[in-house]
């Protein structure tokens, strides 16, 4: 509801890459548990203006999201390209229309998930005026944040 009145303000630049790397070290027991093959691609260093807690939810979110829909011995791949981050990750072929994945409460699997870690994620995209888009194809789900609005290249 913060971001839905925003209220928040003290935008920071904050090094992406950084932040990803940070955000991994934490999760890497869960990755580690779950056999999970991670790769990492940075073609471009970029700095993004954000408050730096709700880049830290917003990094935590997608990481956790592809740590907790991934299969055992699967794999998470996270590319910076083109002002875009793509984090990638194995699991499950949609069984439903995946319109519905940013929304408040939707999940597959509501035993394990609440549903709102995605709707967190859009609502602090859209708070900053970036763009974020879900894919899935050749039996990987990708989440696509494109941060081209307001973004310096390093």
Do not use: C, W
Not at 48 to 61: G, P, R, T, Y
Not at 84 to 92: C, F, R, V
């Amino acid at each position: 509801s913060k971001l839905e009145n925003k209220q928040f303000n003290n935008a920071v630049d904050i090094n992406l890459k950084a932040l990803i790397q940070e955000r991994i070290n934490y999760f890497s027991d869960f990755i580690e548990n779950k056999n999970i093959t991670l790769s990492q691609n940075y073609e471009e260093d970029i700095t993004i203006v954000m408050k730096l807690s709700l880049a830290e939810i917003l990094i935590d979110n997608l990481i956790k999201n592809a740590i907790q829909h991934n299969h055992n011995n699967g794999s998470i791949s996270i590319s910076i390209e083109k002002q875009k981050l793509k984090i990638a990750n194995t699991g499950d072929t949609p069984k439903a229309p995946t319109t519905a994945y940013f929304d408040r409460f939707y999940s597959q699997k509501p035993h394990q998930s609440l549903g709102l870690g995605l709707s967190i994620i859009k609502k602090i995209v859209e708070y900053y005026s970036y763009k974020i888009s879900y894919a899935y194809q050749d039996d990987m789900h990708t989440v696509t944040i494109d941060f081209s609005k307001e973004i310096k290249t390093v």
